[in-house]
C-alpha cells in the first residue's frame, strides 16, 4: 500500500485504482487482469489456482509438475513415498504377499523386484536352520542376526555346533573348509584330532 491509501499490484507493480477490480492472494493485491497463471497465463480470478515458489500457477499447469505413481500410473497429489527411485501413493506401495501397506516401514525386494514387508520377506526366503528348522532373520532386539553355512547347510550361530559331541562350539576352521575333510558332520577340532589319530 502507497500513501493514500492505495495497493500496488504484486505483479506489475502499477498503482491499483480504487475504481479497479482488484484480486487478494498470497498476501497480496493484484489487478484482476495480472492475476494469471504464471506458466500459461490463464486468469485465476475465481478460479482454483496453487502457489508454486511463490506464483500462482492453474491447477491444469500444477498437475503437470506432478510425479505419476510408478504403480497404478495416476497423478500423486498428496503424499508420496519415494522408494526404488519412483513415487508411490501410500496406498499403492504395499507388500506383494499380504497387500499392507508398507509407507516408511523397512521392505526388501526380490529377484523380479516385487515389494514385501520384512516379515514376510523372511518368511520366504529367510534360510533354515539345520539344527532347529527355523528360520534364520534378525533378531527383535534389531541386533544382527549371522547365518553360518557349513557343507551346504546353514545355522543360526547359537545352533552352530560339533553334530557328534554336542557341545562345543568351537568347530575346526581352515581357508576353505569349516569342518572335518574326512566326515560329512561339522566336527569340533577336539573331537576330529581324536577321530584323526
Same mark, same amino acid.
Given at each position: %500500500?502507497?500513501?493514500?491509501?492505495?495497493?500496488?499490484?504484486?505483479?506489475?507493480?502499477?498503482?491499483?485504482?480504487?475504481?479497479?477490480?482488484?484480486?487478494?492472494? %498470497?498476501?497480496?493485491?493484484?489487478?484482476?487482469?495480472?492475476?494469471?497463471?504464471?506458466?500459461?497465463?490463464?486468469?485465476?480470478?475465481?478460479?482454483?489456482?496453487?502457489?508454486?515458489?511463490?506464483?500462482?500457477?492453474?491447477?491444469?499447469?500444477?498437475?503437470?509438475?506432478?510425479?505419476?505413481?510408478?504403480?497404478?500410473?495416476?497423478?500423486?497429489?498428496?503424499?508420496?513415498?519415494?522408494? +526404488?527411485?519412483?513415487?508411490?501413493?501410500?496406498?499403492?506401495?504395499?507388500? !506383494?504377499?499380504?497387500?499392507? %501397506?508398507?509407507?516408511?516401514?523397512?521392505?526388501?525386494?526380490?529377484?523380479?523386484?516385487? !515389494?514385501?514387508?520384512?516379515?514376510?520377506?523372511?518368511?520366504?526366503?529367510?534360510?533354515?536352520?539345520? !539344527?532347529?528348522?527355523?528360520?534364520?532373520?534378525?533378531?527383535?532386539?534389531?541386533?544382527?542376526?549371522?547365518?553360518?553355512?557349513?557343507?551346504?547347510?546353514?545355522?543360526?550361530?547359537?545352533?552352530?555346533?560339533?553334530? !557328534?559331541? +554336542? %557341545?562345543?562350539?568351537?568347530?575346526?576352521?581352515?581357508?576353505?573348509?569349516?569342518?572335518?575333510?574326512?566326515?560329512?558332520?561339522?566336527?569340533?577340532?577336539?573331537?576330529?584330532?581324536?577321530?584323526?589319530?
Amino acid at each position: %500500500m502507497i500513501p493514500g491509501g492505495r495497493h500496488i499490484c504484486a505483479f506489475c507493480h502499477k498503482t491499483i485504482l480504487p475504481s479497479a477490480a482488484t484480486i487478494e492472494a %498470497m498476501k497480496k493485491q493484484y489487478h484482476a487482469s495480472c492475476f494469471t497463471c504464471r506458466k500459461c497465463h490463464r486468469l485465476l480470478a475465481g478460479q482454483q489456482y496453487y502457489q508454486k515458489d511463490g506464483q500462482p500457477i492453474c491447477d491444469h499447469c500444477y498437475k503437470e509438475t506432478l510425479e505419476k505413481c510408478a504403480k497404478c500410473q495416476t497423478l500423486i497429489t498428496h503424499h508420496i513415498v519415494r522408494a +526404488m527411485g519412483n513415487g508411490y501413493h501410500p496406498e499403492c506401495f504395499t507388500c !506383494v504377499i499380504c497387500n499392507r %501397506m508398507i509407507a516408511d516401514e523397512s521392505f526388501a525386494v526380490d529377484e523380479y523386484n516385487d !515389494v514385501h514387508c520384512a516379515e514376510d520377506y523372511y518368511r520366504k526366503y529367510a534360510p533354515i536352520c539345520s !539344527v532347529c528348522d527355523e528360520p534364520i532373520i534378525p533378531r527383535e532386539d534389531d541386533e544382527d542376526s549371522y547365518k553360518i553355512e557349513c557343507l551346504g547347510r546353514n545355522f543360526h550361530e547359537n545352533c552352530y555346533r560339533c553334530e !557328534v559331541r +554336542m %557341545m562345543c562350539k568351537s568347530l575346526y576352521n581352515t581357508d576353505t573348509r569349516c569342518c572335518c575333510n574326512c566326515h560329512t558332520q561339522a566336527l569340533c577340532s577336539t573331537y576330529r584330532y581324536k577321530v584323526l589319530l
